[in-house]
């Protein structure tokens, strides 16, 4: 018997994704509404080769009602009934959620729920007894996306450039900080990649560094001074809107920053390590990198 996804979807493509990935579903039905088409169509770009995909656009993401007959409908023309069908309420507004409980229940259906407990993602899937739902299985996830998966379920695409370079094309200063940390990280991380540009934005917008750890995700801005232009960058790369509120933020530098600056950091989320032992021909101390190390995976 072939499995059937229901996903609810709103401003955030990573409960999807990860569901997906994690159910492995040989369909899967998108329930979005007008503000999150752009959500639907990077998921369905970016999953397009591994499963069917089916779209329900809702025209009132408040009502449950309407959504509730409108989902019937959808699933019925489909010919999704029974067990065959697993409905996620991870994602999506809760008036979504309220229809697709009900449905789950009239249809003796699974109802999965995913969500991020202390770093670790976990889904948990539900059968129905006497109309109460009954946990079945507690499943821990790992390792179910790439950077560039993430990447694409937020963004219309990327480049890659490497570390930062001078007119010249020789690295500067500020890009050999880059490397010194990437060859620090890369034996302790399952993932890191240097100089991402998102595209569509003109070039405004450049992450010197993003890391993945298991299906975590970090956005690194590298500065070797103490202003505060890597907390900008961070502010707009990782606003929850732009590449989702599954980022976690760091600041790295290699001095101490002020005060102020720690203050705002920690105001915006932002992670900050330090590594004042930091030099351009010797590189990271020992106990530094060490720190920075831990700090990234305790992080992620």
């Keep these: 018997m072939s499995r059937k996804l229901i996903e609810l979807v709103d401003e955030q493509p ?4 990860i569901s997906i990935r994690a159910i492995k ?9 007008k503000n999150t088409q752009d959500v639907t169509k990077h998921l369905r770009r970016l999953l397009r080769e591994e499963i069917k995909i089916h779209v329900l656009t809702v025209r009132d993401p408040f009502d449950p009602t309407d959504i509730f007959w409108r989902l019937k409908e959808k699933t019925d023309s489909l010919g999704w009934t029974g067990g065959n069908i697993i409905y996620n309420i991870s994602g999506g507004r809760r008036t979504k959620a309220f229809a697709a409980y009900e449905l789950a229940k009239l249809h003796h259906s699974i109802l999965a729920d995913m969500e991020r407990v202390r770093n670790q993602y976990r889904l ?11 946990l079945k299985q507690d499943i821990k996830l790992s390792g179910l996306i790439t950077i560039a998966d993430y990447l694409n379920a937020h963004l219309p695409g990327f480049d890659v450039d490497g ?10 200063d500020g890009g050999q900080f880059e490397q010194t940390i990437h060859r620090a990280l890369e034996p302790h991380v399952d993932e890191i990649i240097s100089g991402v540009r998102p595209a569509g ?10 890391v993945r750890h298991g299906n975590g995700i970090g956005l690194i801005e590298a500065k070797t001074g103490v202003n505060k232009a890597g907390i900008d960058q961070l502010d707009t790369a990782g606003n929850p809107l732009y590449l989702g509120r599954y980022a976690t933020k760091f600041l790295i530098t290699g001095r101490y920053l002020p005060r102020a600056h720690k203050v705002l950091a920690n105001a915006q989320n932002i992670h900050v390590i330090e590594l ?13 990198r060490d720190r920075l190390i831990q700090a990234i995976k305790n992080a992620l």
């Design 14 to 17: 990573l409960p999807n994704l």
């Design 276 to 288: 004042p032992g930091y030099h351009v021909r010797r590189g990271i101390p020992k106990s530094e």
């Design 25 to 33: 579903p040989d369909e899967v039905l998108f329930v979005d509404s």
């Design 163 to 172: 570390f930062s370079r001078d007119d010249r094309g020789r690295i500067d």
């Design 201 to 210: 934005v003109a070039h405004q917008i450049e992450i010197d560094l993003i």
């Design 124 to 134: 948990r899937l539900y059968r129905f007894k006497d109309n109460r739902p009954v």
